[in-house]
């Protein structure tokens, strides 16, 4: 197995100069994809015809527009309670009583559980209105106008398994070009981007099989990779 990780830092690092073509680095952004297709070709050159090949694609990336610290809007919004000048050498341990929810980076929600967090305190019973009331907070979080949520998964909707439990409680896709951040000690909930200038995206991730195509079934997840190596 080969993983190409510089397409994912050239993107995170370089996609302005991508989408610029006067960039003085546009060319070679294009020239690093180029080399990538060189390898592949060479790759398929040297496997034999009957050589299963499988090439995946996690993500697609895209511009940033502006970064939004979620657990500002918490925050701000009373589901979370941070020490009056949050240090951020001390991350989670600036959570005080009364939190309800917090986020982790870059947008996994997970509720201040009772019996399971240092300064838990939400019970079992309250879990599902706190979730709802949730939901409608982020559905109201707008830029300039623009809705910053695109959609919000409950945890059911996208893990399964033994682990369920561990799994955040609810998590955030946000509309085009807004990057999620579960930055604890933030100032403000928008910002503008930094030296980060592409972010993840959930289109775009892209699946290739060279055989065995009708075990890859129409809608395509990371775990169905296993059986079509299998
Ligand atoms: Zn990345």
């Not at 299963?52 to 009373?78: F, P, R, T, W």
């Amino acid at each position: 197995m080969l993983v190409f990780t510089g397409s994912d830092r050239l993107e995170h690092f370089l996609w302005h100069a991508y989408e610029d073509e006067n960039h003085e680095y546009h060319d070679k952004f294009q020239q690093y994809f180029r080399e990538v297709d060189f390898t592949i070709g060479e790759i398929v050159s040297r496997i034999n015809e009957e050589d299963q090949l499988v090439i995946l694609s996690d993500h697609g990336m895209e511009l940033i527009k502006a970064n939004v610290n979620i657990n500002c809007y918490l925050a701000a919004e009373g589901f979370l309670v941070l020490m009056d000048k949050p240090k951020s050498s001390e991350r989670y341990k600036n959570i005080r009583e009364g939190t309800k929810v917090f986020t982790l980076d870059p947008a996994r929600i997970y509720l201040n559980r009772g019996g399971k967090y240092p300064k838990g305190s939400v019970k079992s019973g309250e879990a599902g209105y706190i979730v709802d009331s949730l939901i409608s907070a982020f559905e109201d979080l707008a830029y300039n106008g623009e809705k910053v949520i695109k959609k919000v998964y409950r945890k059911e909707e996208i893990y399964h398994g033994e682990q369920l439990e561990h799994a955040p409680d609810l998590v955030l896709l946000s509309n085009p070009g807004f990057n999620l951040k579960g930055n604890i000690s933030a100032e403000n909930v928008f910002e503008e981007r930094d030296i980060i200038t592409g972010k993840h995206t959930y289109e775009d991730a892209f699946l290739f099989v060279r055989h065995n195509k009708d075990l890859v079934p129409e809608n395509p997840t990371v775990e169905d990779v296993r059986q079509i190596i299998e």
